[in-house]
């Protein structure tokens, strides 16, 4: 623990490997990158196994989906009920209520739920 703040040891040893790794992994892409050997017009070449992996699941991920009751209730929760609910609240019975009260003329023109539609359409 430290003692007049600062970074804690621990952190301190694991932000000083993580330094350690970035800069031998700089090191190895500027080797791969700049390599005489395989140098061309667009510079070298690098091939990074992680990257290829994570777009390859990306193009892919419908062939890994599997359906199972967790999923779809993820999507209902997600899409099917706020679209339920937006759906009930603008256009549900009560919208229908008000415009049959409108309809038969209980509503006036004036009334404050009107006048936000005067300048709409």
């Known amino acids: 623990m430290s003692s007049g703040g600062g970074t804690p040891r621990a952190e301190a040893l694991l932000e000083e490997r993580r330094r350690l ?9 500027i080797r791969k ?3 005489p050997a395989a140098y061309t017009a667009d510079g070298g ?10 777009h390859s699941l990306q193009f892919c991920y419908g062939d890994h989906f599997k359906p199972t009751l967790g999923n779809f209730t993820k999507f209902s929760v997600l899409l099917v009920l706020p679209m339920v ?23 006036p023109y004036d009334a404050p739920g009107r006048k ?6």
Do not use: C, I, S
């Not at 070449?45 to 994570?54: G, K, L």
């Not at 937006?86 to 008000?98: I, R, S």
């Not at 936000?116 to 359409?121: A, I, K, S, V, Y």
């Open 85 to 107: 609910a937006f759906y009930q609240a603008t256009y549900g019975p009560a919208h229908k209520e008000y415009l049959r009260m409108v309809t038969r003329g209980e509503v």
């Open 45 to 54: 070449y690098v091939f990074d196994a992680a990257v290829q992996r994570w």
């Open 33 to 35: 990158k700049y390599n």
């Open 21 to 29: 790794l970035r800069n031998a992994l700089k090191g190895e892409y």
């Open 116 to 121: 936000m539609h005067w300048f709409t359409n």
